[in-house]
């Protein structure tokens, strides 16, 4: 029972009343039969009172004497009758040492008194409030499936959802964010099938930001996945930075041109402006390059780091592409970019022409299908094209500050080099990647046009006709 007050009234005060001061509490309403009178609700009917005294102090002093003589007589905030008596005792034999209380604080944590998003809810709540930071319409049920929208996805969003994602596939998915301890999230990273410790740490960090947005929402008091230090994941070994040799960058170049003219831009732009892959190159776009002042200019929503950046001091070879190939205005990125770009990097792998010209025929599913696809889309190396810039671009000019200019890269010369430059290129193998220039073809040789439903009937129909007619 809580006893509020004391309390002043003023109206008994102002008609001089010597009783103007009260205390304010109420205890369950008892039915004749002893037991707690309930409303429809199965919940006590309770009594209020309001005793009244001459001072506040006696007020005050009162307390102790209330609060004795409701526990006395059986009238306090929990009142057991019989039935009551016995599921209590029973429901402490189960729990043992663990209070009542805290058990009833778990079991409504688990089942609330009203519906409230779990997980899985969230995470789709949390991709919305991403995409709309970064101006992109929210996904629903209509289009979270539409991979040309989910393509204009900066990469680390894109990252976040997938890894978020798994997490919440499992049985997590349809808990609550507060029942999440930091136990099952340490367990569950560190248990992720056939994945290194820096994906793990990736796994965390994804889950981090996640449950730290949720406590931004006050959903929970405190994330259980902030905190969690890297050596509790498994220790991280540093692997080689891979990049493009000059013949594997000269047979990329002649292979675009050859066979994917519309994107020899779009990767001029990153191999040898240094400009960031998915997280720039989705919204790049023609008039970002200023060719007349020799500039590329990232605006702020489309820069990584939704900075207004401007990269000068690009190499000759840059302005020779972009004056073949460049475009004035528009997005540099065609549709279907995914397949197109995988199809150029495996046509590249081919050193045999004749064997690339007649793969490059081929519709790019049955492409990407064979074994020479699965070969060398798995060696080409993660984040290459940046890493190939600045690999040959410090060893071109020795400078390593200079690159990271160009590059836009924020951290210190060590971190370039630890994360984006590769080791065994010399100077003059430096040079010789700024002197590629663009060799355009005639004739590009572009996959052959697989016909469906109208037009695949009337191609056939012609084929037909043609075959049963006279010579």
């Not at 740490?201 to 994330?223: M, P, T, V």
């Not at 390059?289 to 990269?311: C, F, S, Y």
């Not at 793969?359 to 190939?388: D, F, Q, S």
């Amino acid at each position: 029972m809580e006893i509020s007050g004391p309390f002043l009234n003023p109206a008994k005060k102002a008609a001089g009343h010597p009783s103007c001061w009260y205390l304010s509490y109420s205890v369950p309403k008892i039915n004749p039969d002893g037991t707690v009178r309930l409303n429809a609700k199965g919940r006590p009917v309770l009594d209020r009172h309001r005793p009244f005294y001459p001072t506040k102090q006696k007020a005050e002093a009162d307390k102790p004497r209330i609060n004795d003589q409701q526990a006395t007589t059986g009238a306090g905030k929990f009142l057991l009758d019989r039935h009551a008596a016995d599921e209590y005792g029973a429901a402490k034999t189960i729990v043992g040492e663990v209070s009542l209380v805290d058990v009833a604080k778990f079991w409504r944590l688990h089942h609330p008194e009203t519906k409230r998003e779990n997980l899985r809810e969230l995470l789709s709540r949390y991709v919305n409030d991403a995409r709309d930071r970064y101006g992109l319409p929210p996904l629903s049920e209509t289009n979270d499936d539409d991979e040309e929208e989910l393509q204009r996805e900066p990469r680390h969003l894109s990252d976040l959802r997938s890894r978020i994602g798994a997490f919440v596939a499992t049985k997590f998915g349809e808990r609550q964010p507060e029942t999440i301890s930091r136990r099952e999230i340490i367990g569950y990273v560190r248990t992720l099938p056939d994945v290194s410790p820096r994906t793990r740490r990736n796994h965390k960090n994804a889950l981090s930001a996640f449950f730290g947005w949720i406590r931004d929402q006050e959903l929970i008091g405190a994330s259980p996945a902030a905190g969690i230090r890297r050596r509790v994941l498994g220790k991280e070994k540093s692997n080689e930075i891979g990049f493009l040799s000059l013949d594997e960058l000269t047979r990329y170049f002649r292979a675009a041109e050859r066979y994917a003219p519309e994107l020899v831009a779009h990767e001029v732009v990153q191999l040898i402006a240094g400009v960031r892959a998915d997280d720039e190159m989705r919204d790049f776009r023609g008039e970002f390059v200023l060719a007349r002042t020799r500039q590329v200019v990232i605006p702020a929503g489309v820069d990584k780091m939704n900075n207004r950046e401007v990269i000068d001091g690009l190499e000759d070879n840059f302005w020779a592409w972009w004056t073949a190939y460049g475009c004035k205005d528009g997005r540099l990125r065609p549709k279907n970019y995914g397949p197109r770009w995988d199809r150029l990097r495996v046509l590249a792998s081919v050193s045999d022409q004749s064997q690339a010209d007649r793969l490059a025929r081929m519709p790019i599913k049955a492409l990407l299908k064979m074994p020479v696809a699965k070969e060398a889309l798995e060696k080409w190396p993660w984040n290459g094209r940046r890493r190939t810039f600045c690999t040959y671009h410090v060893a071109k000019h020795q400078n390593a500050d200079k690159t990271a200019l160009i590059m836009r890269h924020r951290g210190s010369v060590l971190t370039l080099h630890n994360s984006y430059r590769g080791l065994g290129v010399t100077q003059d193998d430096g040079v010789k990647y700024f002197q590629i220039m663009p060799a355009p073809v005639a004739s590009p040789i572009l996959p052959e046009r697989v016909l469906k439903g109208a037009a695949k009937r009337s191609a056939e129909e012609k084929t037909k006709g043609a075959e049963s007619s006279p010579t």
